[in-house]
């Protein structure tokens, strides 16, 4: 049964800081693989979304990538703001559509 | 904007009682997925609708839950004889492409369910 871990489980940093979140499924046949936001109280917000046949994407500060060797995946934010602060998840599919979600990984940017 | 709507936004409800969760999908859009998503954990996929048709509910966790999208927008997802491992927030997603290519998920807020 494909797993999904995220570390670290919680983060708290300065504004303006780079950061790395990470994301690792059990099993590393990946074939699509999103990242989403998820403020209190509300549903979830896709950042990222890598296709089956691509490597990375980029918005804006945000950076994802997916190494499908290992089954890893990582975001990258930019220098952080307080609007930042929020629950990042990452899902991967095995498919077009069926997603593992991890238990996400909550941010806090002090300002 | 209109974005993915959902019905009640919370909801108590005794053990033993039906309930019945509402989507309001983006219009047009052809995919609509329902997830369960506990206290401190992840969403966990429950089904999924091309249209009208239910292709895949794999997910559901017993048969007391039950979904349908009858006319292809508005979905419903019913729970019979609730019990208290039930609670948990349902979320509901809807994407514009059926799924040849994985495509975007956009998420409503989330229903709240309360098991007493």
């Keep these: ?111 | 904007g209109a974005g993915v709507s959902q019905s009640p936004r919370y909801k108590v409800a005794k053990r033993g009682q039906d309930v019945a969760l509402r989507c309001d999908p983006i219009s047009g859009h052809v995919s609509l997925f329902w997830y369960q998503q506990a206290l401190g954990q992840g969403p966990e996929f429950l089904t999924y609708f091309q249209n009208e048709a239910q292709l895949d509910k794999s997910g559901l966790p017993s048969d007391r839950f039950f979904a349908e999208r009858p006319e292809g927008s508005v979905s419903t997802l019913k729970i019979q004889r609730t019990q208290q491992e039930d609670s948990a927030v349902y979320l509901c997603a809807s994407s514009l492409r059926d799924l040849a290519v994985a495509d975007t998920q956009y998420f409503g807020p989330g229903t709240r369910l309360t098991v007493l």
């Design chain 1, 1 to 111: 049964k494909q797993e999904v871990t995220q570390i670290p489980a919680a983060l708290s940093v300065p504004e303006g800081e780079n950061l790395v979140l990470n994301c690792s499924f059990t099993d590393s046949a990946i074939y699509n693989l999103q990242w989403f936001r998820q403020d209190p109280g509300k549903g979830l917000t896709s950042l990222l979304l890598i296709q089956s046949s691509q490597r990375e994407q980029t918005s804006g500060r945000l950076n994802a990538s997916l190494d499908k060797s290992s089954g890893r995946s990582t975001l990258y934010i930019a220098a952080s703001q307080p609007g930042d602060s929020a629950t990042y998840l990452c899902a991967g599919g095995s498919g077009t559509y069926k997603y593992i979600f991890g238990t996400g990984t909550r941010l806090k940017v002090l300002a």
